[in-house]
């Protein structure tokens, strides 16, 4: 599998025009065992009660009637339960707990995804990232700023950025490489 989505990645970086038609197949049962291994039975569970350790004592079967759904376009994620957690400074924020099985859909889904986006994102871009993140980005800029002439540094926080972002837009965006998003959009 990782040997497939490599290979994803290399025609992605070499053809950044090009539109991946036929993605689907890649969700198949060793991705999901693959998703299942590498899943964290320590989080909190979703609407439906199930843990990774329930869900995994009948895997065969439960990987082979969500690959059928897939398959069928019957899949429908359940409804998340949304919690509040404190941040740092003192408000709180949203945070959605999804079914184990949502879970592995949509990890299934993460690493199609990255696989042809990662190699055509810029450099630059930092966030919600492989082997990137804050630190990252500071010692870019840091770096930027102590060896490129700068003139000024804009410092912006876009308060509720994801919870206003256009999600039709989104979904368009990712169909104008994969078409994958179109067998869950149907009922999202």
Not at 31 to 58: F, N, P, W
Not at 84 to 112: F, H, T, W
């Amino acid at each position: 599998m990782e040997t497939k989505l490599a290979r994803i990645s290399q025609l992605s970086k070499e053809n950044p025009d090009m539109v991946f038609t036929s993605l689907g197949h890649l969700i198949n049962k060793e991705m999901l065992k693959s998703c299942h291994a590498q899943m964290d039975g320590t989080k909190a569970v979703g609407i439906d009660g199930i843990t990774k350790e329930e869900y995994g004592r009948r895997l065969e079967e439960n990987i082979s009637a969500l690959i059928e759904r897939l398959k069928k376009k019957s899949y429908k994620p359940k409804p998340a339960r949304m919690v509040e957690v404190p941040k740092d400074n003192g408000k709180m924020r949203p945070l959605s707990i999804y079914c184990y099985e949502d879970k592995l859909v949509q990890e299934a889904l993460r690493r199609i995804l990255e696989a042809v986006f990662e190699p055509i994102f810029y450099d630059e871009m930092m966030g919600f990232r492989p082997n990137r993140g804050c630190h990252k980005a500071i010692r870019k800029l840091n770096l930027m700023l102590e060896r490129k002439p700068t003139s000024y540094v804009l410092d912006a926080d876009i308060k509720g950025f994801f919870q206003h972002l256009d999600h039709e837009w989104i979904i368009r965006f990712i169909g104008s490489k994969t078409p994958i998003l179109s067998v869950l959009s149907d009922g999202c």
